[in-house]
């Protein structure tokens, strides 16, 4: 049973057996997480959470990566939502920020801007996961989930930011 729960997380409920574009479906799992976080979490914990599901990637990618034998399997998608969760993570913060409260997704979602913001998101961390500039392939060299789940993180990292901008002054 253990085994069911852990390879469906890392799979991202199935999502990574898809067979065109699994790390893109899988990234919408990511959107499904962080909807969660942000209608429970503080600030203060929607951060611990991120960092909790980035080591829990680690983890799981290596575990899943060894129970089949291979360096990096396709199917494995938990760094992909696991990464996708932290893309997102300004969006709520810098709402507070500029408000004082923490947002419910009603007022993420209150207006068409929020699709055109949440597009750019995905987007930009879908093209640098997929074409990995800027030196983050090389991070796919360090051993088992470190580094399955590191390249995903550093194309968060642009995608984030670039997000964030277009959220700030679009």
Request: charged letters at 10%.
């Amino acid at each position: 049973m253990l085994v069911f729960v852990w390879m469906s997380l890392a799979s991202g409920f199935g999502t990574g057996f898809i067979k065109i574009a699994p790390g893109t479906f899988g990234t919408s799992i990511g959107f499904i997480f962080w909807c969660g976080l942000v209608a429970i979490c503080s600030p203060v914990s929607i951060i611990l959470s991120v960092a909790l599901f980035f080591l829990f990637s680690v983890f799981l990618s290596g575990w899943a990566a060894k129970r089949v034998g291979e360096k990096d399997p396709q199917w494995v998608v938990v760094d992909e939502w696991s990464a996708f969760i932290f893309v997102l993570s300004p969006w709520p913060l810098i709402i507070y920020s500029q408000s004082g409260e923490w947002p419910s997704l009603e007022i993420i979602f209150s207006d068409s801007k929020s699709y055109l913001i949440l597009f750019v998101y995905f987007l930009t961390f879908r093209l640098f996961d997929i074409f990995k500039p800027l030196g983050i392939s090389k991070l796919q060299n360090f051993p088992s989930g470190w580094g399955i789940t590191l390249d995903d993180y550093a194309a968060a990292i642009p995608a984030s930011i670039i997000g964030s901008l277009c959220l700030l002054y679009c």
